[in-house]
């Protein structure tokens, strides 16, 4: 069985098997976890403890990079975060293999979802995002990608053009678009320090424990700038975005100086996430999971709504 076929046939007896492969021992509850882009479920021991068990999709990661995922999450676990690293089963390692798929358990935490809200919470998130880039800064993840517009855009458009899920003559105008906002934001993201980063920090990776806020969900934990991990958590209109951000970064500053100037990549980044989001769900198309998760996707409308407010960013950022 090949490695993706053995990822599309994961069955709660193969997961079991796979926690207990140290000597753990479940009382075989087994629930699936909504993922998209790996297999999770949540899983019951014995001793009454419950796991959080990934396993991660064949061919998107090597697995040097998903341990410099681990490692950072280690890091931080050591400089006492409120993060969740990964687990040793009894195996003596944190990434085992199952049928050639790895995969890695973390323990469950408890908490609330969390949304934008009082200006006292978003200082408290800002702490910790601020207390995170620090460790970050420490040292390198030389595994996991670079934030550039390689991999943010031309690499994403490629996939969407090469699976034709935009009808002509549109087509041709999202990628004459897509590849100017490349050629404009290339420079100014290249001017950008950058160092280890969440990514990919918007509210549904935060959770509220009974200490404070907590970040899950390090995945997409990347090399990049670190105003990227915090314009995704201040949203609504301009005037509540600029406070949002303000109370973010008032509390960011108790533990490490932001680079206000970086403000300025807030729209261009908005903009790479928009074509990498759909790149990716170009990629994983014949996954059924992303079609009936995204089954706007592929329709004209969806495309001239993304196309639009690509346009209305192209138009704010001016000539490169």
């Not at 410099?68 to 931080?76: A, G, V």
């Not at 990227?228 to 209109?237: C, E, H, I």
């Not at 790149?279 to 592929?298: C, E, H, K, M, V």
């Not at 407010?309 to 000539?319: K, M, V």
Request: charged fraction near 25%; charge should be negative.
């Amino acid at each position: 069985m090949s490695q993706a076929s053995a990822f599309f046939a994961l069955t709660p007896d193969r997961v079991l098997s796979a926690v207990e492969i140290g000597g753990l021992r479940c009382t075989g509850r087994c629930l699936p976890v909504r993922a998209f882009e790996n297999r999770v479920y949540e899983v019951e021991l014995e001793d009454a403890r419950r796991l959080i068990v990934k396993f991660y999709r064949p061919g998107r990661w090597s697995r040097a990079t998903i341990l410099d995922e681990h490692r950072f999450l280690t890091d931080l676990a050591a400089a006492e975060l409120p993060v969740v690293p990964p687990m040793d089963l009894g195996t003596g390692e944190l990434l085992p293999e199952l049928d050639g798929i790895s995969y890695a358990a973390f323990p469950r935490v408890r908490g609330r979802t969390l949304d934008e809200g009082e200006d006292e919470r978003l200082r408290q998130v800002g702490r910790l995002i601020g207390r995170m880039h620090a460790v970050g800064a420490a040292r390198d993840a030389p595994h996991r990608p670079r934030f550039t517009v390689d991999f943010y855009v031309r690499q994403p458009l490629a996939a969407i053009l090469g699976g034709k899920f935009i009808a002509e003559p549109l087509a041709g105008r999202y990628r004459d678009l897509a590849l100017r906002l490349a050629d404009i934001v290339e420079p100014r993201l290249a001017a950008a320090r950058t160092q280890r980063i969440h990514g990919d920090l918007h509210w549904g990776n935060t959770i509220w424990g009974a200490d404070g806020p907590i970040l899950l969900d390090f995945d997409d934990c990347c090399v990049g700038p670190p105003v990227q991990d915090l314009w995704l958590l201040a949203r609504g209109d301009e005037a509540e975005v600029t406070h949002r951000r303000e109370q973010l970064i008032a509390g960011y500053e108790l533990f490490r100086e932001f680079d206000r100037s970086t403000l300025a990549l807030c729209e261009p980044l908005r903009a790479l996430r928009i074509i990498h989001m759909s790149g990716w769900i170009a990629t994983r198309w014949q996954d059924p999971s992303f079609q009936s998760g995204f089954p706007a996707f592929g329709r004209d409308n969806y495309w001239l709504a993304e196309y639009e407010a690509l346009f209305r960013i192209f138009e704010g950022l001016g000539s490169p």
